[in-house]
């Protein structure tokens, strides 16, 4: 039974390069969460769906970020221009909502893109 | 705003030993609370989600409580083992929907 998938595992690239990341859900999931992890302000969302649309980006630090999920099995998140600051891990997770409210259901992770810009 | 603490930062502690992981949040209104675990190098791992109108859910050697009223919640850890050596988070739903908000963390090591 395949959990979330993300890649790559590992990005390095040098300020100002286009990043993108990607993530298949679980399938049948119909939420998909973007989240960013750092030592300092540890876990943190950047932006969730709930079936493909997007719900609250209210966690996109800034334009530079933008996040798509053109179908219920696949979603990127890119960052242009990418910035030393945007050095993080990159978690995406997905997860069924059945009804109800206050994500009533357990989140499964993948296991990140730790992403490096010089 | 929702803000969600853990305190300590790191636990060390010998291996059997029974154990108790603290939570507090400051709203709460909350729907349920959720544990996960992250060893190094992964993602996260749902452990136990506790809806609001429950005190307390079991798996395994785990027990999560919540008291909603006092906004705190503790995952109880019992005859403790090398293998449970991880980062335990907690977090809760912000508002009406699936955003959740997390503590930053118990970095907890069971020394043999």
């Known amino acids: 039974d395949a959990g979330v998938i993300q890649s790559p595992r590992h990005e390095v690239t040098e300020m100002g390069q286009e990043v993108t990341l990607r993530c298949k859900p679980i399938s049948g999931h119909n939420s998909l969460f973007w989240y960013r992890q750092t030592m300092m302000r540890g876990l943190e969302l950047l932006i969730y769906?709930?079936?493909?649309?997007?719900?609250?980006d209210s966690g996109m630090p800034e334009d530079r970020f933008s996040a798509k999920m053109p179908n219920a099995s696949f979603s990127t998140l890119k960052i242009q221009p990418s910035e030393p600051r945007d050095s993080a891990v990159y978690f995406c997770?997905?997860?069924?909502?059945?009804?109800?409210?206050?994500?009533?259901?357990?989140?499964?992770f993948g296991d990140g893109t730790r992403l490096s810009i010089l | 705003k929702q803000e969600v603490t853990q305190i300590p930062a790191a636990l060390s502690v010998p291996e059997g030993e029974n154990l108790v992981l603290n939570c507090s949040f400051t709203?709460?209104?909350?729907?349920?609370l959720q544990w996960f675990r992250q060893d190094p190098g992964k993602g996260l791992t749902s452990l136990l989600l506790?809806?609001?109108?429950?005190r307390e859910q079991t798996s395994g050697r785990l027990n999560a409580s919540l008291d909603k009223s006092s906004g705190r919640s503790t995952l109880y850890i019992a005859a403790s083992q090398p293998g449970d050596s991880a980062t335990y988070l907690c977090?809760?739903?912000?508002?009406?929907?699936?955003?959740?908000?997390f503590g930053k963390g118990i970095t907890l090591s069971v020394r043999p």
């Open positions: 709203d709460s209104a909350i729907y349920n």
């Open positions: 506790i809806q609001s109108s429950q």
């Open positions: 977090a809760v739903p912000t508002g009406a929907n699936s955003k959740l908000t």
């Open positions: 997770a997905s997860s069924l909502q059945v009804g109800g409210a206050g994500g009533n259901q357990p989140q499964h």
């Open positions: 769906f709930n079936n493909n649309v997007p719900i609250d």
